[in-house]
T-cell receptor, first 111, second 110 residues
């Protein structure tokens, strides 16, 4: 275990559903990240939070909405997703970069 | 543009053999990391090499960095079936931006 826990591990949702991904880190880190991993593509950084403040948003569509209530928890709220949003969503944390600690990911399928 | 690109995309070897993976990048970096990912799981940090270092070892892992050629290699010696995974390089540029490559899929057979 890396100290970063993601739930759920798998999620199947329709395009009209609303769901949330959850990430919790037990490492005392000050930064948390959401990455998207699609087949045969490099990891795509979606959002970065430092001390609960969003510091990066890499042109992510508004149907993805992050929330960071404190330094240990990170959520990704999903609504009206498209089939091309199906991917492995990875949460990570770090203390003053660059080494990242990843969770096991949520495998998302959008039908 | 994509910073790190691994080569080969896929590698199949027998247990006990050495596995070598390469990473090339385009712009100046502060450091380079290698990560490992088992199928459907998160990435696990293996090793970090700074731009002023040329070689680093960790157990059966050996990483080299050639900043003049903008390339790095990861050598896994005496491979085991448990080494089967995808391996990614990640570069940190001067703007502290971390960029991952597309990975090398390593298959180690008995």
């Amino acid at each position: 275990e890396t100290g970063v826990t993601q739930t759920p591990r798998h999620l199947v949702m329709g395009m009209t559903n609303k769901k949330s991904l959850k990430c919790e880190q037990h490492l005392g880190h000050n930064a948390m990240y959401w990455y998207k991993q699609s087949a045969k593509k490099p990891l795509e950084l979606m959002f970065v939070y430092n001390f609960k403040e969003q510091t990066e948003n890499n042109s992510v569509p508004s149907r993805f909405s992050p929330e960071c209530p404190n330094s240990s928890h990170l959520f990704l709220h999903l609504h009206t997703l498209q089939p091309e949003d199906s991917a492995l969503y990875l949460c990570a944390s770090s203390q003053d970069r660059p080494k990242l600690f990843f969770g096991s990911g949520t495998q998302l399928s959008v039908l | 543009s994509q910073q790190g690109e691994e080569d080969p995309q896929a590698l199949s070897i027998q247990e006990g053999e050495n596995a070598t993976m390469n990473c090339s990048y385009k712009t100046s970096i502060n450091n380079l990391q290698w990560y490992r990912q088992n199928s459907g799981r998160g990435l696990v940090h293996l090793i970090l090499i700074r731009s002023n270092e040329r070689e680093k070892h960790s157990g059966r892992l050996r990483v080299t960095l050639d900043t003049s050629k903008k390339s790095s290699s990861l050598l896994i010696t005496a491979s085991r079936a448990a080494d089967t995974a995808s391996y990614f390089c990640a570069t940190t540029g001067t703007a502290s931006k971390l960029t991952f490559g597309t990975g090398t899929r390593l298959q180690v057979t008995l």
